[in-house]
């Protein structure tokens, strides 16, 4: 378990806040300069992948070098262990895929100002010769104040060389690939543009414009198939933003922007009263719709098309004497077509007068709620009715796979011919499980009944590093989907640490306590009387020796003062200490600790803690008992610079 965990001694384990098919994110907190860092970790069953951690290092170490108020910064990359890390800034807020599915359909001003963060930010990167290779909703981060973050910059082509990109990590990403990623080709700035132009797409209408059973079957798509127009979705969809999806993802590269920063410039004005309902946007040449391929080609496979051009693509060169003869048959035949289309539209106006005279005729609408899919398409073909949109959409009643209703609902005239839509359900709705490890029960528990959760319960363990009353696990895990009202939702919660017995704490010097209050989290009071045991060593105990007791409880103690009372005298003592300038890499001051003994204090804590820059005079009044010694140590950042011993005034 990683919670708690303290790596390179200074990024402390808080929580887990996400994970992927190359690493797992954990929310820590950084001691050294006391801040919240996300760290990233390289999933152990990849270790011994060392192609991977070359890249995953060296990518990294590249993204340390992008500055941007819209990139996630890299702070550190390292090892230990066998652990390989990155610590990133971490960014309150949630992931642009849950943000479009919580918020959408968002208005246009801010999908636009969304798209200008994420741009600028790719722009920027381009200009250091930076690749994302993977721009995703999932891998932009927007928090609470508007304000994205693109993160995992150059990290993605680590994937590239490993066999994890053969499973979830490519379906994940596929969704957003460029065609010449799809045919295994080299990824490019173009590229980034393209899956940027689909980000865009998702960010208006709410869905990826490619969707399939497999990744192969979505890469094709991206291949073959022109990207769907969201203004046939939402008519209300400005020409300009449509234009600035076509555009940037042509399947051609060199017909897309041929820059990150040519896209923001067109963003930066896609919105003026001007710009809003400019011409259509086509580009010649571009029909993918025409393109046959079954499978993906290799990368091998791809260089020798590029080289080597498909047949229906090379035009066949014609003698003379052919282009002569064609000549004179296509001016017949365009004669023939002249006096065909004549023809044909004089019928076409006959047959309209015709029919308008007819009144038509209405029919009734048939029930097909509850039917499947397909028997409702088929009743509603048979009574002379077209299939309109079919929409999928949630319901608590309708069981998945059937009709809710359509649209004009059953029971209403309509004439025949007329498009129906048919309402589908996908069942009730289910929610991704969030990772509530860290996180207070009762809190969670009143969470949980809003959302529609009905079971709740818990099992409670000692834990030594989890605070009481904090769940350490839970089911179902975490991204599990499910129906709130049906699923039964069992927490491993914390009762803090286990109790402990009390030691016979007789015959404990002063300083004795202070170690074994502070090795078992307690608190020793303590109260001192005559008696003839030596003075400061314990007599008497509350609780008794054995009582078992919790962390965080209270002891009382009575410590001998000894028969007769010795005279105690101060002692000042003057410390000269240098300040070094290289002790601390660099570090402008120097940390100085001050521990003495003697007879009112301890060496447990220090007694004096202070940051110099100079060379610093410290006086130090020692109380020291008849016929003993005090004694000192100080350190300065974490070594002893001086100690010693300060003898009784004679």
């Not at 990518?59 to 890299?74: G, K, M, R, Y």
């Not at 129906?420 to 289910?430: E, L």
Request: aromatic share 6%; charged share 30%; proline share 4%.
């Amino acid at each position: 378990m990683m919670i708690g965990k303290r790596i390179n001694d200074r990024y402390k384990i808080i929580s887990p806040i996400g994970g992927g098919g190359m690493a797992n994110v954990f929310l820590a907190h950084d001691i050294i300069l006391d801040r919240d860092v996300a760290v990233k970790i390289l999933r152990i069953d990849l270790a011994d992948e060392s192609n991977l951690i070359r890249r995953f290092q060296r990518e990294a170490q590249s993204a340390t070098s992008l500055v941007h108020p819209n990139i996630v910064s890299v702070y550190d990359v390292g090892e230990e262990n066998d652990l390989h890390y990155i610590v990133m800034e971490y960014v309150e807020g949630m992931d642009l895929k849950q943000y479009i599915h919580e918020h959408h359909p968002i208005s246009f001003e801010k999908a636009v100002d969304i798209m200008k963060q994420i741009v600028s930010a790719v722009s920027a990167a381009h200009s250091y010769h930076i690749i994302h290779r993977d721009l995703k909703p999932q891998n932009i981060l927007i928090n609470p104040q508007g304000v994205v973050k693109i993160t995992d910059f150059g990290i993605a082509m680590a994937l590239s060389e490993t066999s994890i990109t053969q499973t979830n990590s490519l379906l994940g990403s596929v969704h957003y690939l460029s065609p010449e990623q799809a045919r295994g080709g080299m990824a490019t700035q173009k590229s980034d543009i393209y899956s940027l132009g689909i980000v865009f797409y998702e960010l208006l209408t709410g869905n990826v414009p490619y969707d399939g059973e497999s990744a192969v079957s979505i890469a094709i798509k991206h291949l073959q198939a022109n990207v769907p127009s969201v203004r046939e979705q939402n008519p209300g969809i400005p020409q300009s933003l449509e234009n600035i999806i076509t555009r940037a993802t042509a399947k051609d590269p060199f017909k897309r922007y041929q820059s990150a920063s040519e896209m923001e410039r067109d963003l930066d004005t896609c919105l003026q009263r001007d710009r809003l309902n400019e011409e259509k946007y086509m580009i010649d040449g571009d029909d993918g719709d025409t393109k046959t391929i079954p499978v993906l080609p290799t990368k091998n496979a791809m260089r020798d098309l590029e080289s080597n051009p498909q047949p229906e693509a090379i035009k066949k060169e014609e003698p003379p004497k052919e282009k002569n003869k064609k000549k004179k048959k296509s001016k017949k035949k365009k004669v023939f077509w002249i006096v065909f289309s004549v023809i044909l539209l004089a019928a076409a106006i006959i047959l309209a007068l015709w029919f308008l005279g007819k009144p038509p005729k209405e029919i009734e609408i048939p029930d097909v709620a509850l039917k499947s899919e397909e028997k409702a398409v088929s009743t509603l073909q048979k009574e002379g009715f077209n299939i309109g949109k079919t929409i999928k959409t949630n319901s608590d009643k309708v069981d998945e796979g059937k009709v809710i209703k359509t649209d004009p609902e059953a029971g209403e005239m309509a004439e025949k011919g007329t498009s129906i839509n048919i309402y589908v359900s996908i069942g009730s709705k289910k929610i991704s499980v969030e990772d509530f490890s860290g996180r207070s029960y009762d809190e969670t528990k009143k969470l949980l009944k809003e959302q529609g959760f009905k079971s709740i319960s818990k099992k409670e363990e000692y834990n030594d590093s989890i605070d009481k009353g904090m769940i350490i696990s839970q089911e179902p895990s975490p991204g599990s989907e499910v129906v709130a009202k049906d699923t039964d939702v069992v927490f491993v919660v914390s009762k803090g640490v286990a109790p402990f017995k009390l030691n016979d704490l007789t015959g404990y010097s002063k300083r004795g306590l202070d170690d074994y209050a502070a090795s078992n989290g307690i608190t020793i009071k303590t109260t001192e009387e005559n008696a003839n045991a030596a003075k400061g060593q314990v007599i008497k105990q509350t609780p008794a020796a054995g009582t078992e007791i919790n962390k965080g409880s209270t002891v009382n103690v009575v410590i001998s003062a000894g028969p007769k009372e010795k005279e105690v005298k101060t002692v000042k003592k003057s410390f000269n200490i240098k300040y070094d300038p290289e002790a601390q890499d660099g570090e402008k001051s120097n940390r100085v600790q001050i521990y003495i003994e003697d007879n009112d204090h301890g060496m447990t804590n220090a007694y004096k803690e202070m940051n110099i820059t100079k060379d610093t005079t410290v006086t130090i009044p020692f109380e020291i008992e008849e016929g003993k010694q005090a004694g000192y140590k100080i350190t300065r950042d974490n070594t002893v610079i001086d100690e010693g011993t300060v003898d009784y005034p004679r």
